[in-house]
């Protein structure tokens, strides 16, 4: 008897409605990523005016839109730096790319996280940015973000008295950057000797597009974030160090892009 008055229960319940909450998102239309330009810059880039990311360094100008580099650049290689570390004993945690901070207050640890991104064609432009969050997933973006919007036009050649094949392989000429007490020395190498440079500092010049290098570091190394900008200093510097004309035929200088490389990486254009 028992049983059947639960079963009686139970066809009696009545099917259970949609609520209002689930009828209003199934409605929702999925809204399009549509670029709308706010700057100058960005405008012309949109309109076709502007379709070489060249001439953007030529005249001097400012990139203010992330858009702008995805427009131009649309085949951009991503990659974060290990600059943080995991807990270990004795201080021997494993590398990872969120750099985690603690600020006490009479609340709790406020944690932060920061993130080192790096996105280049590995072709003659490279760019990197940080990024710091209360969580890991915006820091990340704003890192990307950055990184577009600090793009950077690179000066490759062949400086090596070894090789001399006037082939932008390598740099041109031994540079030297600083930040804070690190300092990196950039050295050119032979074809095929590979990038002899501290791991994180590889993968920058990888995506720039040098694929040899020799290199001497000085001071606090361990400093991920201050080697790395280090690193960008001296790549600064090569596009302002003053060259003769005849060395620029002899060493096989060029800025930017390689119109050969760009056929080879994408056939079908």
């Known amino acids: 008897m028992a049983n059947y008055t639960k079963m009686a229960k139970q066809e009696k319940r009545p099917a259970r409605r949609k609520r209002d909450s689930d009828v209003h998102l199934e409605s929702v239309p999925t809204p399009g990523a549509e670029w709308k330009p706010t700057t100058d810059l960005g405008k012309q880039v949109k309109e076709g005016k502007v379709s070489q990311v060249e001439d953007i360094f030529k005249q001097g100008l400012t990139i203010m ?33 969120f750099r985690q901070t603690q600020k006490k207050t009479k609340e709790g640890n406020r944690m932060k996280f920061t993130t080192y991104a790096v996105i280049g064609n590995k072709n003659g432009f490279v760019g990197l940015g940080m990024g710091k969050s209360k969580e890991t997933v915006p820091s990340r973006d704003k890192s990307r ?20 094949c006037k082939q932008p392989h390598s740099i ?39 694929k040899d290098v020799w290199s001497k570091t000085y001071g606090q190394t361990k400093t991920k ?44 254009a």
């Open 145 to 164: 973000k950055k990184a577009k919007l600090s793009l950077i036009m690179i000066r490759r050649g062949c400086g090596s008295w070894q090789c001399h």
């Open 225 to 268: 974030v201050n080697l790395v900008g280090a690193l960008v200093d001296a790549l600064k510097k090569l596009s302002q160090m003053k060259v003769k004309p005849g060395e620029i035929e002899s060493c096989g200088i060029i800025e930017g892009r390689i119109p050969e490389a760009e056929a080879l990486k994408n056939p079908e």
């Open 65 to 97: 839109e992330a858009e702008i580099v995805d427009t131009l650049l649309p085949k951009m290689d991503e990659d974060l730096l290990l600059i943080g570390q995991a807990k270990g004993k004795f201080g021997g945690g494993q590398r990872r790319i």
């Open 172 to 210: 041109p000429f031994e540079i030297q950057g600083r930040c804070g007490s690190s300092r990196i020395t950039l050295i050119p190498a032979p074809r095929g000797k590979g990038l002899c440079v501290e791991k994180e500092c590889a993968k920058v010049l990888a995506l720039a597009g040098i």
